[in-house]
């Protein structure tokens, strides 16, 4: 999917931010340096990367999305109103739910 000449970015934070540098990519923010056409980036929705991704002037196509809905235990979960250690999601430390873990997205810049 990365042609030669071209970089992976990650924008996330928790589990995203040491498998995207473990892969080689690199950490998106809003100062430069910025993605150019035919770099892939990958963002979390639950932690804010990919409403960052968005509101960046940059042309995107979605190449995919990555979600896992099996039933489990979510620590940082805002429909199971599990907040870990950020009362921003929820009260309780973990939960037991169906709905998604998060989603992620894949775009590769135009």
């Not at 409403?51 to 896992?68: E, F, I, P, Y």
């Not at 039933?71 to 979960?77: A, T």
């Amino acid at each position: 999917m990365i042609q030669s000449g071209h970089r992976a970015w990650y924008s996330g934070q928790w589990a995203l931010t040491w498998y995207g540098e473990q892969a080689g990519a690199s950490c998106l923010s809003i100062n430069a340096p910025y993605p150019q056409s035919g770099d892939i980036i990958v963002a979390g929705e639950v932690e804010g990367g990919a409403s960052l991704v968005q509101r960046m002037d940059l042309k995107l196509r979605l190449l995919g999305t990555v979600s896992s809905d099996r039933p489990g235990i979510r620590i940082m979960n805002p429909q199971a109103h599990a907040g870990f250690y950020s009362n921003y999601f929820g009260y309780l430390p973990w939960a037991w739910a169906k709905d998604a873990v998060n989603t992620y997205f894949i775009w590769q810049v135009d």
